[in-house]
């Protein structure tokens, strides 16, 4: 599936690996924050969101200043649809007033729910929580000790190698650069990749980045192709600037865009 292309841009998170310990730490740290008598509620949301039963997931994006979760054009950042918390759709009309620009992404009144970590963040956001940095330095702390562990997935390291030998393999990912070296430690990634862009902003700055990168590497478009679980994220700008994309998730259909594949595990790459 890769043989042909020059350059191949990897995601980290949900990506390179499927494990998700490290997320369920930090929620429960946050749930400590959250009022007594609201933590069973946070518990119960945080648990419907990893099912995919609550209207936040993956993929979506969260104002969090009018608490409303906003389903996007992947392809041009407009809000197609707004949910409240509990479901319920606004109108068309009241969508089309409250966001009438292409979502520009902050991080902090505006999030882009691109993996797992954004899910108990948005969370605790909603229930009132100020301070969400403090429960994710204790996550990192955590994951660097013996008690956290990541199962690295069947055969991956050994493809990458053979990958990396034959063309330019870069990481692009929004985790920040200590998190990206313990990942890559734990899952014998480490020097696997001729670049790291760790903290890389994606959605905002995906393109920017994709941009950089074909200029840097001197390949076109068409022989690259990016590789992630998040759609707006890491598909739809390579898409648009007329690179190839790999989609991670099986509950997609096979088929949807001429320029885009649809796969269940990151190791179906390699088969």
């Known amino acids: 599936m890769l043989e042909r292309y020059d350059l191949i841009i990897f995601d980290l998170d949900g990506t390179l690996y499927e494990g998700g310990e490290h997320f369920e730490y930090y929620a429960n740290h946050l749930k400590q924050k959250v009022k007594e ?17 609550h209207p936040v997931t993956i993929g979506k994006a969260y104002d969090v200043e009018k608490d409303l979760v906003l389903t996007i054009d992947p392809m041009t950042l407009l809000v197609a649809e707004a949910l409240r918390w509990d479901g ?65 997935l069947p055969g991956l390291k050994d493809s990458l190698e053979r990958l990396a030998a034959a063309t330019s393999v870069v990481l692009v990912t929004n985790s920040d650069i200590d998190d ?19 903290s890389a902003k994606k959605p905002a700055e ?24 998040n759609y707006i994220n890491d598909v739809a700008p390579a898409v648009l ?11 997609t259909p096979p088929s949807f865009h001429r320029n885009v594949k649809v796969i269940s595990s990151v190791v179906d790459c390699f088969h």
């Open 37 to 53: 008598d609201q933590q069973k509620e946070f518990a119960s949301d945080y648990e419907k969101m990893k099912e995919g039963e």
């Open 88 to 152: 319920s759709l606004l109108s068309e009309q009241e969508t089309r007033d409250l966001y009438q620009e292409k979502l520009i992404f902050d991080f902090e009144s505006m999030i882009a729910i691109g993996d797992g970590w954004w899910l108990p963040f948005v969370c605790a956001k909603h229930y009132g929580v100020e301070d969400c940095y403090s429960s994710y330095v204790a996550t990192k702390e955590f994951m660097v000790t013996d008690a956290f562990t990541l199962d690295p």
């Open 180 to 198: 990206v070296n313990r990942l890559l430690h734990e899952l014998q990634l480490t020097d696997m990749f001729k670049e790291v862009i760790p």
């Open 206 to 229: 995906t393109s920017r980045l994709f941009k950089q990168l074909l200029a840097a590497y001197q390949v076109e478009p068409d022989r690259t192709v990016s590789i992630g679980d």
């Open 241 to 251: 600037l007329g690179m190839d994309g790999i989609y991670i998730n099986p509950d």
